[in-house]
Structure formats: C-alpha cells, structure tokens
C-alpha cells in the first residue's frame, strides 16, 4: 500500500498509474468538508473512498478527475486519519489528513425546565421521528443530484456559531450541529441546491422541516419554518423557495437553522459555503 503525506491545494507528482490526490478545505478541523480530488489511471472504472470508518461516494469530474466530499464530524479528535482510495483492480492509496484542533464555544443558560426536558407524553413521538433521521441519513441517493454551487438560504448572515455546547440549568445538552440566521419571520427559504426532498413535515425538536438529499450522502436540513412550500419526494432546483422562516419547534424566536451532514458527518454549512458556494472555484 503506498502511502502519501497530507498536502492541501499542493498537487502531488506520481508516477504513471499510480492515484494522484489532492485535498482542498476552508480548514482541517472538527465540522470541516474537504474536498479529494483524485486523478486515476485510464479505464479504472468505480474509484472507491472511505474515511473516517465510513464509505464514502465519488464522483466523476471529468477528464479523468473524481471527487469525494469528505466530512469531519465535530466531535472527530485531533490526529491523523488514513483516507483509502481505490480505483478499479489497483492498489489502494492512502491519503493521511491530519486533523487540528478545535475549540467549540460553551455557552451556559437558566431557561423554563419545560424547555429542557420534554414531557414524557412526547417521548414516543421524539423516538419515531429520530428513528427516521436515522433512515434519512441512511438512504442518500448513489448519485449526485446537484450541478450548480451552493447557494445560501436566506440573505441575512448566520448569528449562532456551528458546533456550540450549552449547558441549560446545568444540564449539558447536544452540540449545536449546524447554523442559525436570525431572519425575520415570513423570509423566503431557498434550497442551498438541488437535490430530492427526503422530509417535509413537522418534527418536535426542529418544527417544521424541510431536508433534501443533495446525493452521494450529502444533506441540507432547514428547519423551523413558519410554512413549508414542497413535499416530500420532490425534485428542487438551487435557489427554490422551500418555505419560510418561522419559530415552530423548541426555539425561543423566529430564525432557520441549516445544518448538514455529509456522509453523515455533521459540519458546518459555512465550510459547504466555502468549498462549493458562489464564490469557489470547485464545483
């Protein structure tokens, strides 16, 4: 097994044959995305991923480029992790991402004991719909369903910071696993691109929600809403109005909140923004 050492945005020579790989990312951190990029020898057919324990999908570029869009769950430990590739009946290559360190915000809040613990009256309800996240992010479609670059949801910038831990009557509750933009109630929501609506419907944490499943694993989830304008099963286009913002769910105030799993690792939907948004030159 060769293997090579991590090297963003630097290409790497190799010798005809052989996997050549380069990675691109805002940075290598927990709730990061990076993007592979792998030239493969001719005819070598499926090129295959996995990272992080999990398989990954790769798709075809063009020109004999495949990428793989690989997410660094925030709770991922600082260390090297080995990406494998492998690419028709060659060898595989290792790829080492060295992953730094990152310090998430801790916030501590006294709120209505109601709003910490549901009643046992919902528990029911709360173990189904998170049974069918689970399916959810389980069943992504084996192609890519986007073209386009990302696009962001709502105009305003986002004001809650991804990856926050909050600690709530001292109680330490779920790291915030994705980003809020403080919109002013009725605001259009625009999906982030095209994909297949996979939920459309109100959730008890999240409200009414909306997630499309963008292909190869990757996922855009918008919730909160005040009303929801697709349904599930749909195909959207990038910039579609899905919905508007709202206060539905276990929130205090109107805003959305996007998240997104990639693979199912949970990352920032800025660091989405960064790599495939408007304004990267990787698409």
Same mark, same amino acid.
């Given at each position: 097994?060769?293997?090579?050492?991590?090297?963003?945005?630097?290409?790497?020579?190799?010798?005809?044959?052989?996997?050549?790989?380069?990675?691109?990312?805002?940075?290598?951190?927990?709730?990061?995305?990076?993007?592979?990029?792998?030239?493969?020898?001719?005819?070598?057919?499926?090129?295959?991923?996995?990272?992080? /324990?999990?398989?990954?999908?790769?798709?075809?570029?063009?020109?004999?480029?495949?990428?793989?869009?690989?997410?660094?769950?925030?709770?991922?430990?600082?260390?090297?992790?080995?990406?494998?590739?492998?690419?028709?009946?060659?060898?595989?290559?290792?790829?080492?991402?060295?992953?730094? !360190?990152?310090?998430?915000?801790?916030?501590?809040?006294?709120?209505?004991?109601?709003?910490?613990?549901?009643?046992? !009256?919902?528990?029911?309800? *709360?173990?189904?719909?998170?049974?069918?996240? /689970?399916?959810?992010?389980?069943?992504?479609?084996?192609?890519?369903?986007?073209?386009?670059?990302?696009?962001?949801?709502?105009?305003?910038?986002?004001?809650?910071?991804?990856?926050?831990? !909050?600690?709530?009557?001292?109680?330490?509750?779920?790291?915030?696993?994705?980003?809020?933009?403080?919109?002013?109630?009725?605001?259009? *929501?625009?999906?982030?691109?095209?994909?297949?609506?996979?939920?459309?419907?109100?959730?008890?944490?999240?409200?009414?929600?909306?997630? *499309?499943?963008?292909?190869?694993?990757?996922?855009?989830?918008?919730?909160?809403?005040?009303?929801?304008?697709?349904?599930?099963?749909?195909?959207?286009?990038?910039?579609?109005?899905?919905?508007?913002?709202?206060?539905?769910?276990?929130?205090?105030?109107?805003?959305?909140?996007?998240?997104?799993?990639? !693979?199912?690792?949970?990352?920032?939907?800025?660091?989405?923004?960064?790599?495939?948004?408007?304004?990267?030159?990787?698409?």
């Amino acid at each position: 097994m060769m293997r090579i050492g991590v090297a963003a945005l630097v290409a790497l020579l190799a010798a005809p044959g052989t996997i050549q790989i380069t990675a691109r990312s805002r940075s290598v951190q927990p709730g990061e995305l990076v993007i592979l990029s792998m030239t493969v020898p001719q005819a070598s057919g499926k090129v295959r991923v996995r990272a992080f /324990n999990r398989d990954v999908e790769a798709y075809a570029d063009g020109d004999g480029v495949w990428r793989a869009l690989v997410g660094i769950d925030l709770d991922v430990k600082p260390g090297t992790y080995p990406i494998s590739v492998e690419a028709g009946a060659g060898a595989p290559t290792t790829y080492d991402l060295v992953v730094k !360190s990152r310090v998430f915000r801790t916030r501590r809040l006294t709120v209505n004991e109601a709003f910490v613990t549901p009643p046992a !009256s919902e528990q029911a309800r *709360i173990d189904r719909e998170a049974a069918l996240l /689970n399916s959810v992010w389980n069943a992504s479609a084996p192609e890519r369903l986007w073209a386009a670059a990302f696009v962001r949801p709502v105009p305003q910038e986002a004001n809650s910071a991804f990856g926050t831990r !909050s600690i709530f009557n001292g109680k330490p509750r779920n790291a915030h696993g994705g980003a809020d933009f403080l919109s002013p109630s009725g605001t259009p *929501i625009h999906a982030p691109n095209a994909g297949r609506v996979a939920v459309a419907r109100d959730l008890y944490f999240s409200g009414n929600t909306v997630i *499309i499943d963008h292909g190869l694993g990757l996922f855009s989830m918008l919730a909160h809403m005040s009303a929801i304008d697709v349904h599930e099963g749909d195909r959207v286009t990038a910039g579609q109005v899905l919905g508007r913002v709202g206060a539905t769910g276990r929130v205090t105030g109107p805003h959305l909140h996007w998240a997104v799993r990639a !693979s199912g690792a949970r990352v920032d939907p800025l660091s989405l923004l960064s790599v495939l948004g408007q304004t990267s030159a990787a698409q």
